[in-house]
């Protein structure tokens, strides 16, 4: 059973000088395990679909199913209960919380989880080390630089092991080492079977994925596969 598939997937939006597809006419099935990226020129629809994946948006036509369950007449409510503990986002912009500190925003993904304080910490901390920012832990996100915060953005997105990561351009605001260190990331967990979704216009950081579909006018051009 593929864990995502859209079949005829349509998001159109109704503007003052007319209808945006947004996404058009998009077959598309994720199998679980899977590591793709999402290219394409900035307007061609990764960002939209990926919302559309991560259930944060609802396709206007077409069929979206998530593991068989039809997604696409789903409420927002339902949308929600659906993401629980399945999706971990990393989202173009950081979405910190400045009352909490940056041990705090990433644990806040742990906060349906069953675990003790000390393992709690634990992650939280083993996370923020991959990235240097270990001694950043107490700090706000106001005090961190942002690239910075994307860390810690990506450190909430994957602290609670979801089986599906979504990741909108992670590396737009990150320097070489950053980088390096977030691909690394998200290749351990795909080797650990979590499904990974990148979108992003950086061909370096596309190439990491195994299968990479090309996008235009919100429509796959290209669906190809480099290697297993």
């Known amino acids: ?11 159109s939006y109704n503007m003052t000088q007319g209808t945006v597809h947004a996404i058009d006419r998009v077959y598309l099935t994720i ?3 899977d590591y793709l990226a999402l290219t394409g020129p900035s307007g061609s629809g990764k960002s939209t679909l990926l ?10 036509g077409g069929e979206h199913r998530w593991r068989d369950t039809p997604i696409s007449g789903a409420s927002e409510a339902q ?11 990393i989202f173009q912009r950081c979405h910190l919380i400045e009352r909490y500190t940056v041990a705090e925003n990433i644990a806040l993904a742990l906060s349906g989880a069953v675990l003790l304080a000390a ?3 634990q992650r939280v901390t083993a996370l923020l080390a991959r990235f240097g920012l270990e ?3 107490s700090h706000r996100p106001s005090q961190l630089s942002l690239g910075q915060q994307q860390c810690v953005a990506i450190c909430r997105a994957v602290i609670a092991d979801p089986p ?3 990741a909108d351009e992670p590396t737009a605001h990150l ?3 950053q980088t390096a260190q977030t691909m690394r990331l998200l290749s351990t967990l795909h080797r650990a079977g979590t499904t990974v979704v990148l979108a992003s216009q950086d061909a370096i950081v596309a190439a990491h994925a195994p299968r990479t579909l090309q996008l235009d006018a919100g429509r796959i051009i290209a669906d190809a596969r480099h290697r297993d």
Do not use: C, F, K, W
């Open 79 to 89: 949308r929600h209960q659906a993401r629980i503990g399945q999706i971990g986002y």
């Open 135 to 137: 001694d950043h832990a």
């Open 31 to 33: 199998e679980a395990g």
């Open 119 to 121: 393992e709690r910490q």
């Open 1 to 11: 059973m593929p864990l995502i598939t859209l079949v005829n997937a349509s998001r």
């Open 164 to 166: 599906l990561v979504l």
């Open 175 to 177: 320097d070489a080492h």
């Open 51 to 60: 919302n559309i994946l991560a259930m944060l948006d609802t396709a206007t």
